[in-house]
């Protein structure tokens, strides 16, 4: 067996969230997918809308702290505890600066796209939007969302416990699709020069 220089478990930021997606929180895990399935299942098979589930639980919610407090205030209990309902600036800063580095990838992608007439990244983007817009016809947004969070909770276990073979097959595969696009890339490359000598 290979070794390899970073664990999955790091790679996938390790912590929690690591160990619920490998399913070494075993009870975590499960209940991630059932949560995930009985959601899928309220808003896709029994036709609830998201903002109907929300403002009805919200309404449960403020019904519920509104008699606890009167009748708090009624039998001299204590209030109901509420954490303090502020977002602090360190959290907006660092979700800011996530939010950056995403979008100057994208533009980053575009710039080589526009600019710099990159065809290999022109192609490449073509080709995962169009992935993208062909799973869209085959799906609603829900289902795809519902997909993404079973294959996280899925996919990561097996491929560390198949991580060589995976790995392998891959390499192999992207060899293949690297070697195509560049035959597309230089085909596309000869024509354009053949039109321009016309």
């Given at each position: 067996m290979a070794t390899h220089p970073r664990s999955l478990h790091a790679l996938l930021g390790g912590g929690a969230v690591a160990d619920v997606l490998l399913w070494r929180r075993?009870?975590?895990?499960v209940a991630?997918?059932?949560?995930?399935?009985a959601v899928w299942f309220v808003f896709e098979r029994a036709g609830?809308?998201?903002p109907s589930v929300l403002a009805n639980s919200l309404l449960l919610l403020v019904a519920?702290?509104?008699?606890?407090?009167?009748?708090?205030s009624l039998l001299n209990r204590p209030l109901p505890p509420l954490p303090n309902l502020e977002v602090s600036d360190v959290v907006v800063e660092k979700a800011a600066d996530h939010a950056l580095v995403w979008i100057n990838r994208l533009?980053?992608?575009g710039h080589?796209?526009?600019?710099?007439r990159d065809r290999k990244v022109f192609i490449q983007v073509i080709l995962i939007l169009w992935v993208v817009s062909y799973a869209g016809t085959l799906f609603n947004f829900l289902t795809l969302i519902y997909i993404g969070v079973v294959l996280s909770l899925l996919v990561?276990?097996?491929?560390?416990?198949?991580?060589?073979?995976?790995?392998?097959?891959l390499g192999v595969a992207h060899s293949v699709l690297s070697r195509h696009l560049d035959t597309i890339i230089s085909r596309a490359g000869q024509s354009t020069k053949q039109k321009k000598t016309e």
């Open positions: 075993r009870n975590a895990s991630a997918v059932m949560g995930a399935t609830y809308s998201f519920i702290l509104f008699f606890w407090a009167k009748s708090a533009l980053a992608v080589d796209i526009s600019i710099k990561p276990p097996l491929y560390e416990k198949y991580q060589d073979h995976v790995d392998e097959k």
